[in-house]
């Protein structure tokens, strides 16, 4: 199966950091996509792992562990226009397409 | 920077009519996608388009959609008979073949509600 599982919502405090994790089952991905979107908006495009490891992007990064099945998405100095849905994709190369996970609404406070 | 384009952003429609969905990918991208989102719910994939035809599909694309890319710019989605479950935002995607450092770009969606 290709399950994609990340926790439904998230609180944190603004410029703190935050981690979001996701897990996935699959026997087809080849790679792992991270997406943040705003409400009634299109996903928006933030990382893309394909090896294991750290992938840093400013404030931004994301980690993926293929034998675990496990990637994060770390958030660092939290902004209030952080406040989305973070959105875990996996890839599947032979189908050319994103299988999404339900995402995380991540709420950020003063 | 270079964006999809979807038309129209809502869209209303009655029970069994045909409703046809616009995307103008990104000028220099070779692959095109619809997915779905209904209200509340995950992302889903419809079907991916290169090269003038279908590459893949998903279960929820079955004989009442169809895509199309009548000319070098637009890429449309058709349903032909909708039904009150189809009422969802209906994203189109673009990439090219680096998919791994460029992703995939998305439209900002056609709200499609079947009343």
């Known amino acids: 199966g290709q399950n994609i599982d990340q926790p439904t919502e998230m609180t944190a405090t603004e410029g703190a950091i935050v981690q979001i994790n996701c897990t996935y089952q699959t026997s087809g991905f080849n790679g792992l996509f991270w997406y943040q979107q705003h409400a009634g908006e299109a996903p928006t495009f933030l990382s893309y792992n394909v090896l294991d490891g750290l992938e840093e992007k400013g404030r931004f990064s994301s980690f993926l562990s293929r034998s675990k099945g496990y990637s994060y998405l770390l958030l660092k100095e939290l902004q209030m226009k952080d406040s989305a849905s973070y959105l875990c994709a996996g890839y599947n190369n032979a189908g050319n397409m994103l299988t999404f996970g339900g995402g995380t609404r991540l709420m950020v406070k003063p | 920077e270079p964006e999809v384009t979807q038309t129209p952003s809502h869209q209303v429609t009655q029970m069994g009519q045909e409703v046809i969905l616009r995307c103008v990918p990104i000028?220099?991208?070779?692959?095109f996608y619809w997915y779905r989102q209904i209200l509340g719910q995950k992302v889903e994939f419809l079907v991916s388009f290169y090269n003038n035809e279908i590459s893949e599909k998903s279960e929820i694309f079955d004989d009442q959609f169809s895509v199309e890319r009548p000319d070098g710019s637009n890429f449309t989605l058709k349903i032909r008979s909708t039904k009150l479950e189809d009422s969802a935002m209906y994203f189109c995607?673009?990439?090219?073949?680096?998919?791994?450092?460029?992703?995939?770009?998305f439209g900002s969606g056609t709200r499609l509600t079947v009343v």
């Open positions: 995607a673009s990439s090219t073949r680096d998919r791994a450092n460029d992703g995939y770009t």
């Open positions: 000028s220099n991208h070779l692959y």
